[in-house]
């Protein structure tokens, strides 16, 4: 059968009886949390790697984001319903498949690089006069997030709580976008790489847009 | 040991009889003309290629009527749209023959934003004896010429010419899926993932919107369409499915802009089956009126329904292709299969239904006996005028001889586009690059 081995142990979990999702079960089932990882994992990496030379089919891309919208329902209601010991499994279960999309990603990359903490206070900056420039649409937050982009990038904990996911990616995105603006006159080091970047960076930006747009809860 | 002989009965109808190597590409679209007379299949490369069928010799009562080549031609070309900057591919999505009103034949074909009306005529005749030029073409000097005399009809080698009539363009952002042709033979729709234009054949420069979807907001966008079809007999009714199983049933005389539906097609979901990718093999592939007008038929990914008009709450039948991947979904979506679009067909009576699974098979449905039957459209298993042996796939625990397990499947072989003889048990079958031609057996 054609799989790339992705998680090939799955398919004997498969076919076991799959439980409903229960909100008031306060122990879930690992291979549903599994799969469901394994499901997420997949769809951003397909909205994300659309072949670039032609249009890619708009049915593909819809039904893709529909699982990824049902997967980012089922994990806000179990953040709100659960004790916090297990919301942080969600919030694992999404910072794991935003790393393994970077491993996946050269573009996404950047935003391993905002893990670093000395580079995050250069942009801090950057980023406050920037936000009043982004549209407010897209700063929307939600609890399940909010944890996850804590766990993320726990060297700046004060920082943080202003934050949701989407300001990591589109600060990097501003650097590069809008480098003559007086804002950016303290470039990152890594704006030389980023450069390079820039240009799929650009492409990608309604990508990434729409994403974050999913993800953070339009 | 008796459902052997029913097996028996409905494939040992089928001979196997050409194997056309179609020369490079990937086929994409196969279909019938009216009388069944024409065979044109499309391809990834842009070209069609039209078979026709051998007229009935007494000579030779077992070769009854064998397809032949008979115009191949260049359709669409790849195209850049330069504001995008995207590759507009050139592959045929979809033909649709017109039907035939004089000696010559039309067809409608389609890529993913123009469609092309396409007249395929016949020249056994020429002219000779021209005046002004002389028989290589070239112009005879005027002061040369003494005597008039009127040009004759010759006969010549029969020569099959296509050339492009109307060009409609212009009117799709989005990937054209469908065109079909209405029943009044003056008006046709082509269908996008969110708008459906009505053409009338004869203007290229104008065409009327009658369905769209489009959100004003994209990031609001859920559901799209995936494939529309004309009434067979009611010029006014049309129907679109839906990237969430729905089908929706439309009448133009009610207003013009048929966001609203007459009838809506949908099957409330069965809880136990409930999975992550649930929405997405619900999506509607094909859909396709039943020659009758009565009946609808829809492809998801595991199932076909037979709807009946006068009753959307749910379909009359349901019929598994290939449940055995259920369990395999999630490694479907990895690699992508999940999103593969089968059609499905109708027999000319209505009783029978077709369409087209992975490892290069295609399953039959009998309507009225349930019998259903899986065969393989493949060079190594069949030899020329073979009859068709029955394919099993095995699901679990000990597999038989002659049974294929679902972890050996080819999913790379993939049987997307099949095509039925308007009357006669003849059915076209796609298999990448290959087209099949099965026929029943004569008694």
């Not at chain 1, 982009?149 to 990616?169: M, T």
């Not at chain 2, 009714?237 to 207003?255: E, H, N, P, Q, W």
Request: glycine share 2%.
């Amino acid at each position: 059968m054609l799989g790339k081995g992705l998680k090939r142990k799955l398919e004997q979990e498969e076919e076991n009886e799959r439980k409903k999702m229960d909100p008031h079960q306060e122990v879930m089932p690992t291979f549903y949390c599994l799969q469901r990882q394994t499901v997420l994992t997949l769809s951003l990496s397909k909205l994300h790697s659309q072949p670039a030379h032609s249009d890619p089919g708009l049915v593909r891309r819809v039904l893709i984001t529909n699982t990824l919208r049902h997967i980012q329902e089922e994990l806000r209601v179990e953040a709100v319903l659960l004790p916090q010991s297990l919301a942080t499994d969600i919030k694992d279960s999404f910072t794991s498949a935003l790393a393994e999309i970077e491993d996946l990603c050269p573009a996404v990359e950047i935003t391993s690089s905002l893990t670093n903490s000395h580079k995050f206070r250069q942009t801090e900056p950057v980023h406050e006069s920037m936000e009043s420039n982004m549209d407010s649409a897209l700063f929307q937050f939600t609890p399940s997030l909010l944890d996850s982009a804590q766990s993320l990038f726990n060297h700046c904990p004060s920082l943080l709580a202003d934050f949701s996911l989407d300001d990591f990616l589109f600060t990097e995105i501003d650097n590069l976008l809008f480098d003559n603006t007086p804002c950016s006159s303290s470039p990152s080091p890594s704006s030389g790489s980023s450069k390079v970047i820039s240009m799929t960076f650009k492409s990608d930006l309604n990508e990434l847009d729409h994403i974050m747009e999913v993800l953070v809860g339009s | 040991m008796e459902e052997e002989s029913d097996f028996r009965k409905i494939n040992n109808s089928f001979l196997r009889d050409h194997n056309y190597a179609t020369e490079a590409d990937i086929i994409s679209t196969v279909e019938f003309n009216s009388t069944g007379e024409l065979l044109a299949t499309g391809d990834k490369g842009g070209r069609v290629v039209v078979f026709q069928r051998e007229q009935e010799s007494k000579n030779q009562p077992h070769r009854r009527g064998e397809y032949n080549v008979y115009s191949t031609f260049q359709s669409h070309e790849p195209e850049f749209d330069y504001l995008k900057s995207l590759e507009i591919e050139e592959k045929i999505n979809k033909i649709r023959w017109l039907p035939q009103q004089n000696a010559a034949y039309f067809l409608l074909s389609t890529n993913d934003k123009t469609v092309k009306l396409w007249k395929i005529s016949e020249r056994d005749k020429r002219p000779e004896g021209y005046n002004l030029k002389d028989e290589d073409g070239r112009i005879r000097d005027p002061g040369t010429i003494t005597t008039l005399r009127v040009p004759v009809l010759q006969p010549m080698d029969l020569m099959v010419e296509a050339t492009p009539r109307r060009v409609f363009s212009n009117a799709h952002t989005y990937h054209i899926n469908s065109i079909s042709v209405n029943s009044d033979y003056e008006t046709f729709m082509s269908t996008d993932d969110l708008r459906i234009n009505l053409w009338n054949l004869e203007i290229t420069n104008r065409s009327f919107n009658i369905v769209d979807i489009k959100p004003t907001n994209m990031e609001e966008l859920t559901e799209v369409i995936t494939a529309a079809e004309f009434h067979p007999h009611q010029c006014n009714t049309f129907v679109y499915s839906s990237s969430k199983g729905s089908i929706r049933l439309c009448d133009m005389r009610a207003s013009a802009l048929c966001d609203n539906h007459s009838k809506f097609f949908e099957e409330p979901e069965d809880p136990s089956n409930r999975s992550f990718f649930s929405e997405i093999i619900s999506s509607i592939s094909d859909v396709k009126f039943s020659h009758s007008g009565r009946y609808l038929m829809t492809r998801d990914y595991l199932t076909v329904k037979v709807w009946d008009l006068n009753m959307e709450s749910k379909p009359l039948e349901t019929y598994q292709v290939h449940d055995y991947l259920r369990s395999k979904l999630c490694s479907l979506y990895e690699n992508d299969c999940i999103f593969d679009k089968f059609e499905c067909v109708w027999n000319g009576s209505d009783s029978v239904i077709m369409t087209g699974s992975y490892n290069n098979f295609f399953r039959m449905f009998d309507r009225n006996t349930k019998r259903d039957v899986t065969l393989e459209a493949s060079r190594e298993n069949s030899k020329p005028r073979a009859i068709l042996k029955p394919r099993k796939v095995c699901v679990g625990g000990k597999r038989r001889k002659d049974e294929i397990s679902v972890d050996s499947l080819d999913f790379s072989k993939k049987i997307l586009h099949t095509a039925w003889h308007p009357y006669e048990n003849i059915i076209a079958v796609a298999a990448t690059n290959n087209l099949y031609i099965f026929q029943d057996k004569i008694n």
